[in-house]
């Protein structure tokens, strides 16, 4: 089970709009000059007032521990969160934001760093690089978007980044375009990859870096990949601790049911992008449907919010 989240009143100390409907704002605190610390990759839930809460990555140095600082795109198809944020957040305001979690790190093992963001998927890279920079580590950032005139950050990642370990790839510039399955074809020895942007480019990323060792293999995604196509059917959770059984009705998602049965879990996307339900499960068959856990973790961990089993799931609760 995750462990709880400070919360944290803070400040909306400056606001900043980018190319493609992005915002980035940064958060201080009115009584903390030192906020908790963060590694490249973090996100933090930001809670709105009609109760909604929405993770967004922190893209600054985490260094500079004196702000959190992210960016959000306006999504009018989305569920709300970025639309609200546009509309009414000004300097000045008070907003309920979490300490730090991170399920995309950056592995302290690998000899060297491919980055690959599409998008507003470029907010946890730029964080990711600055941390890499700072510590002298080889990466390449490869960063794809429509045209420049709707790519967010580009000023920070040009002035920032050393032209050799930056690479911008536009779809209305032929000069730019790179083909994914070249530049992933082969993997140097050593070498981890961190992808992370809208659906489409998730999707092809993961494609075409199936061969590579899923070890080495780390991605963030804003939303989870489902089958358009599945069909949800019942199944039976059981609480290890006392070996009582749960029936999860085929239209009911497991998180529901726990919370019904008075089961202590946290959560907040109930997207399955954040990881905050989180849970072990010690025998059975689930049907992983989160976009957090990595290949090794489906082997005993469990997203109940969108995930399912087939038959009956222990749960190690």
Known sequence: MAAPRLIMKMKVAALRPEPGEVNVVEFRHPRRPVLPAFEPGSHVDIHLPD??????????????LSKYVIGVKREDGGRGGSTWLHANLNVGDEVAVSTPRNHFKLNDEARSHLLLAGGIGITPMISMARALKAQGQAFVLHFFARSRAV????????????????????????????????????????MHLYYCGPPGFMAWTRANSAHWNSDTVHFEAFQPDLDPDFVPAPFIMQLRSSGRELEV??????????????????????????????????????IHRDAVLTPGAKSDRFIPCVSRAKGRLVLDL
């Open 51 to 64: 109760g909604k809460v929405r993770q967004y990555s922190l893209m600054n140095d985490p260094a500079d």
């Open 249 to 286: 009705p085929a239209d009911v998602s497991a998180l529901t049911v726990l919370r019904a049965a008075g089961v202590p879990l946290l959560s907040s996307c109930e997207n399955g992008v954040c990881g905050s339900c989180e849970c072990g499960f010690v025998a059975g068959e689930p």
């Open 151 to 190: 790519a967010p950050l580009l000023s920070d990642l040009e002035t920032e980044i050393a032209a050799g370990s930056l690479a911008l790839h536009f779809d209305d510039d032929p000069t730019s375009t790179v083909n994914l399955a070249d530049l992933l074809r082969d993997q140097p020895d050593g």
